[in-house]
């Protein structure tokens, strides 16, 4: 758990000391070890799943078609995507 100064400071700055009290007391840690801890995943990547991407063409979180960093291709070519359906709503 997080001393009370570091969480206040960190995710309650801008609540006065009583709220971040209250917050801080409805704070549940979360384990951490399975953030560390290394996964064999060789049998998931030999199951046979299908896989389709949904690539949404007025999504302005992410730039469409850049090579470099947008969702598809860049993300859906490496997970061996099989259907991609294209929408603009």
């Given at each position: 758990m997080l001393p009370f100064p570091f969480f206040r400071e960190s995710f309650a700055n801008l609540a006065s000391y009583t709220q971040a009290q209250q917050l801080y007391k409805k704070v549940t840690p979360e384990p951490a070890q399975p953030l560390f801890e290394k996964l064999d995943l060789k049998k998931f990547y030999s199951l046979q799943v299908p896989k389709s991407y949904v690539?949404?063409?007025?999504?302005?979180?992410?730039?469409?078609?850049?090579?470099?960093?947008?969702?598809?291709?860049?993300?859906?070519?490496?997970?061996?995507?099989?259907?991609?359906?294209?929408?603009?709503?």
């Open positions: 690539h949404l063409m007025e999504d302005t979180v992410i730039p469409l078609g850049s090579p470099d960093f947008g969702w598809h291709p860049h993300m859906s070519k490496p997970a061996g995507i099989i259907s991609i359906y294209s929408s603009t709503r």
